[in-house]
């Protein structure tokens, strides 16, 4: 019996028309690009997504980076990495509070398998930033994806749009780094 995130992927490959996805050796750009989102390069291997959409809450942005294939994390060991997170943020900013809403995967080991968070982060003032990150491991390459906004819903969004792109890219079998 097929999960429903492996059919959540099926249904993100057919409706990928609105992305962009290559080659990342052969391109000079980022592996993958959604129209509407301003790119800057991050540190290091970091893809950073800045939204210019009228539809984006303000402050929205996305990132993500490209890794080998063959992570052999579970979804048990990607949920204590959220904690780990969650803690690590509180106590990088004093008065941060951190929710881990939701947490989702697939259970089994084999590829395609994306692990998914939802985290709320109240800073010390009462604004929210809504978080949602997540992992995806295919046959060509495995991703990192974080989305952030102000707004809840703007936030899973925008992470919907980058996950079919990832999602293609990294079920190629020639998906380089």
């Not at 060991?77 to 509180?90: F, G, I, M, T």
């Not at 968070?117 to 491991?137: C, H, I, W």
Request: with cysteine; net charge positive.
């Amino acid at each position: 019996m097929r999960s429903a995130i492996r059919i959540a992927v099926g249904l993100l490959l057919v409706i990928g028309s609105q992305v962009v996805a290559g080659n990342v050796s052969a391109q000079s750009g980022p592996p993958v690009a959604v129209s509407g989102w301003r790119y800057e390069k991050g540190q290091s291997d970091l893809h950073l997504f800045h939204c210019e959409q009228a539809a984006c809450s303000p402050k929205s942005r996305v990132s993500y980076r490209i890794y080998a294939p063959g992570n052999p994390m579970t979804l048990d060991q990607y949920r204590d990495s959220q904690q780990q997170v969650a803690k690590a943020l509180e106590q990088r900013t004093p008065g941060l509070k951190v929710a881990i809403l939701r947490v989702d995967g697939d259970k089994g080991a084999g590829v395609p398998r994306l692990y998914k968070a939802q985290r709320q982060m109240t800073a010390p003032d009462g604004k929210n930033e809504y978080v949602v990150s997540g992992l995806m491991f295919g046959s060509g390459a495995s991703a990192s994806l974080i989305s952030s906004s102000q707004d809840k819903k703007a936030s899973s969004d925008n992470y919907s749009q980058f996950a079919i792109a990832l999602t293609m890219l990294v079920q190629k079998p020639t998906a380089a780094r």
